[in-house]
Nanobody, 128 residues
Framework: VQLAESGGALVQPGGSLRLSCAASGVTLDYYAMGWFRQAPGKGREGVACINMDDGRAYYADGVKGRFTISRDNAKKTVYLQMNSLKPEDTAVYYC??????????????????????WGQGTQVTVSS
C-alpha cells in the first residue's frame, strides 16, 4: 500500500494550494481518509477527514471555512483545497487512510495514532 501526497509549495499569505493524495496497491478500500499536519517542534494534528463512502467531512476549527477536503473514489484520491492560507498553516502535510469504521470527529482527533497507512508528507510553507 502506498499513499503519495503532492502539491505542497511555498505560497504567500492569502494564497491557495491544492494537495492531492493518491492511493495505490490498496486491496481493501479505506473507510476514511484524512489530512494531518506537523509543524516544526509540534505534534501531528488533524486538519480534515472524509468518509470515503458518503463524503461526509469534518474539519479542525482553525481551518473551517478555508479548507475543503474531497475525494474521487474512482481515482482512489483525496484532495485538500486550501484557501486564505496563513503563516501558521506552515507544516508538513500528511495523508492517512483508515479501513475500520470510525466517526469523523474521532478520526480527526485520534487519527494520527490510529490510521492504518500514511504517506511521506508534502511541505507547505506560507511566507511573504
Amino acid at each position: 500500500v502506498q499513499l503519495a501526497e503532492s502539491g505542497g509549495a511555498l505560497v504567500q499569505p492569502g494564497g491557495s494550494l491544492r494537495l492531492s493524495c493518491a492511493a495505490s496497491g490498496v486491496t481493501l478500500d479505506y473507510y476514511a481518509m484524512g489530512w494531518f499536519r506537523q509543524a516544526p517542534g509540534k505534534g501531528r494534528e488533524g486538519v480534515a477527514c472524509i468518509n470515503m463512502d458518503d463524503g461526509r467531512a469534518y474539519y479542525a476549527d482553525g481551518v473551517k471555512g478555508r479548507f475543503t477536503i474531497s475525494r474521487d473514489n474512482a481515482k482512489k484520491t483525496v484532495y485538500l483545497q486550501m484557501n486564505s492560507l496563513k503563516p501558521e498553516d506552515t507544516a508538513v502535510y500528511y495523508c492517512g487512510g483508515e479501513r475500520d469504521p470510525v466517526r469523523m470527529d474521532v478520526a480527526l482527533e485520534y487519527g494520527s495514532g490510529m490510521f492504518d497507512d500514511w504517506g511521506q508528507g508534502t511541505q507547505v510553507t506560507v511566507s511573504s
